[in-house]
């Protein structure tokens, strides 16, 4: 079945040094999601990219796909406290299962101001 | 709107208990999904709904079913509990090709 690898499980920085978080599917996929979890929270959604190639930012936080579709990353620059939480991809296949998300395991950020 | 609605989002169980996690989402969505997580172990989907009328398996059905009531309601039942499925339950919803919208969490202790 598809699996959704995300590499690294953890991640300390000080703040204003930058982070990225990889994400990796055995599988083309459709579409990817990024979501950020809160500690104590739920899963929030942050983007969607879709094309072969994507490439979108938002502020400090920059959105890769990669061109194979089986890859992404998020990079936030200048990491402030208030980045901490728990990243995670998500990753929908095409075909028959076009109705199943499936989620890496997380990155948890932690800033050290 | 009020989005995804979980309930109870606290709960404590013993060993072999049953009880049923309740779910709905008043966004008209296709799909509605189960997650469990554990520290370490990311969101592992136990069953989706990919629309009404339909259930599949995900990555850890073992121990659970469920129950598409209608498009609104998607209900997770644990018929014997153990204490392995002590974790936070998340159910989400989505639309055709939109982004998933979770609940506040279930936090289950199995004692």
């Known amino acids: 079945g598809q699996q959704v690898m995300q590499i690294p499980q953890y991640q300390h920085v000080q703040e204003g040094e930058d982070f990225t978080t990889y994400c990796n599917s055995s599988t083309t996929l459709s579409n990817i999601q990024w979501y950020k979890q809160r500690p104590g929270g739920h899963p929030v959604f942050l983007i969607q990219?879709?094309?072969?190639?994507e490439v979108k930012k938002q502020k400090r936080l920059t959105f890769q796909f990669g061109e194979a579709k089986k890859n992404s990353s998020l990079h936030i620059t200048a990491t402030q406290t208030t980045d901490v939480g728990t990243y995670f991809c998500?990753?929908?296949?095409?075909?028959?299962?076009?109705?199943?998300?499936?989620f890496g395991q997380g990155t948890i950020l932690t800033v050290h101001p | 709107n009020a989005g995804v609605t979980q309930t109870p989002k606290f709960q404590v169980l013993k060993t072999g208990q049953s009880m049923t996690l309740q779910c709905a989402q008043d966004m008209n969505h296709n799909s509605m999904y189960w997650y469990r997580q554990d520290p370490g172990m990311g969101l592992r989907l136990i069953y989706y709904s990919a629309s009404e009328g339909t259930t599949d398996k995900g990555e850890v059905p073992n121990g659970y079913n469920v129950s598409r009531l209608n498009k609104r309601e998607f209900s997770l039942r644990l018929e014997s509990a153990a204490p392995s499925q002590t974790s936070v339950y998340f159910c989400a919803s989505r639309g055709w090709l939109t982004e998933a919208f979770f609940g506040q969490g279930t936090r289950l202790t199995v004692v």
């Open positions: 990219l879709v094309k072969s190639g």
């Open positions: 998500a990753g929908r296949a095409g075909g028959t299962s076009y109705g199943k998300l499936t």
